[in-house]
């Protein structure tokens, strides 16, 4: 029998010492393998590290990121210190890939060399039934699709969830691993267990049915010139009955309401549409490619669905479920913000099982960048 629990703290305090002392006394005598720290960015990530670290034990394996917003149970926070301490039956290899931006392909491949070597393994013999990979990355060098391909080169079935580690006002990011603090680094976190497990992910949105082909890209493959052979943002408004100027990200009927998504099985991955540029060209959050074909989609019940997921979904994906790390769009929480749904989405979270997370800057799920979701990795038990 095997189970993995998940016990969490945060705090407001300002000071790293203080807030460290603050999460060692809720977690009281607990004995975690494995911590994860998420806070603002303009908090003193060095002190506030060492502080923590200080705090743990010597043989707990510490990783985090700078946020832009932070998650427990009781939902989600802003400017505080959240942590999660996961015990049970779990094993954990680290792995830290510099140099992202230049290189983020060898990054991918540095880290998870690295975290396979902490647990005697080669990353072409990990089980994909009892390993699964947690990413986070430096979100502002924009190099996921190019990091997942050196993470999985190896290893094309090795799940992975994670998010990327950023901060609204300052534009940059920091991610923790262990003692370390460091920026233009992937980390990815590899976990062994014998208890249940799942890679979940979330959206609010429905299929319409209604489909648009890309037909043209610039060279960077992430800017649309041309959706049916017409002027990208022209032919989108007019898809939605709107104007081009109403397309804008956070709009109410623009492009956080009517996205587009890649039908993968039954599943749908969406690809959002990001910003309209001067020259009436598309910014894509993700890769595009000339010739495919998406589907538009509809915003949905935005805090139901959230919460139908968290309290029916997962425990029909996981058994018992005891723990849940989340990665959640910082564009949901926006989007949410602007529609006058930010309060309920944040309740929506008193749904799932004890839990830790962040608002990231982009998401991944397996081999995709993804975006206007919410990844989750849980672990439950089997006694």
Same mark, same amino acid.
């Given at each position: ?12 305090? &300002? ?15 607990? #004995? ?8 603002? +960015? ?17 043989? @707990?394996?510490?990783?985090?990121? &700078?946020?832009? %917003? ?20 779990? $094993? ?6 510099? %140099?992202?931006?230049?290189?983020? =392909? ?6 998870? $060399? ?11 013999? =990990?089980? !994909? ?13 924009? #190099? #996921?699709? $190019? ?5 999985? /080169?190896?290893?094309?079935?090795? =799940? ?14 920091? =991610? ?19 208890? !249940? ?21 610039? *060279?960077? @493959? ?22 081009? $100027?109403?397309?804008?990200?956070? #709009? ?18 969406? +690809? ?30 935005? *805090? /139901? ?5 968290? /309290?029916?979904?997962?425990?029909? +994906? ?12 910082? %564009? ?19 749904? %799932? ?6 608002? @990231?800057?982009? /998401? ?13 990795? *849980? ?5």
């Amino acid at each position: 029998m095997a189970k993995v629990q998940l016990y969490s703290a945060r705090t407001h305090e &300002t000071d790293p010492v203080r807030a460290a002392e603050a999460i060692a006394a809720q977690l009281g005598d607990v #004995k975690p393998k494995l911590v994860t720290l998420y806070h603002a +960015r303009e908090r003193d990530a060095a002190a506030l590290n060492r502080a923590l670290r200080e705090r743990l034990p010597a043989d @707990c394996r510490l990783i985090g990121a &700078t946020t832009g %917003g932070e998650i427990d149970k009781d939902g989600i926070h802003a400017g505080a210190v959240v942590v999660g301490a996961l015990v049970g039956d779990l $094993e954990v290899g680290l792995g830290l890939g510099a %140099g992202l931006s230049s290189d983020a =392909i060898g990054a991918g491949s540095r880290a998870i $060399e690295r975290a396979c070597s902490e647990l005697g393994i080669r990353p072409a013999d =990990i089980d !994909p039934r009892k390993y699964v990979g947690l990413v986070i990355d430096d979100a502002f060098q924009h #190099k #996921k699709e $190019e990091l997942l391909l050196g993470v999985l /080169e190896r290893n094309q079935a090795l =799940i992975l969830v994670g998010g990327g580690a950023g901060d609204t006002a300052q534009q940059s990011s920091l =991610i923790h691993m262990d003692g370390e603090v460091v920026g233009d680094a992937v980390l990815v976190a590899l976990i062994r267990t014998d208890a !249940p497990w799942a890679a979940l992910r979330s959206h609010w949105y429905l299929p319409t049915g209604q489909m648009i082909r890309v037909t043209k890209t610039d *060279a960077t @493959c992430k800017r649309v010139l041309e959706i049916d052979g017409k002027p990208a943002a022209a032919r989108y408004a007019e898809l939605l009955g709107v104007e081009v $100027e109403d397309l804008e990200f956070g #709009k109410p009927h623009g492009f956080a309401a009517r996205p587009t998504a890649l039908k993968v099985g039954r599943e749908y991955f969406i +690809r959002a549409p990001w910003k309209v540029m001067p020259d009436g060209s598309i910014l894509f959050a993700n890769l595009m490619q000339e010739d495919t074909e998406l589907e538009l989609m509809q915003v949905g019940d935005m *805090a /139901e669905l959230t919460r139908r997921f968290l /309290e029916h979904e997962m425990p029909m +994906r996981v058994r018992n479920p005891q723990a849940a790390l989340y990665f959640h769009c910082s %564009g949901r929480m926006w989007f949410a913000q602007s529609m006058g749904q930010a309060s309920a989405l944040s309740e929506a979270f008193r749904a %799932g099982p004890p839990a830790v997370g962040f608002n @990231c800057y982009f /998401e991944m799920y397996s081999g995709f960048h993804i975006n206007t979701t919410l990844t989750v990795l *849980a672990f439950g038990s089997n006694e």
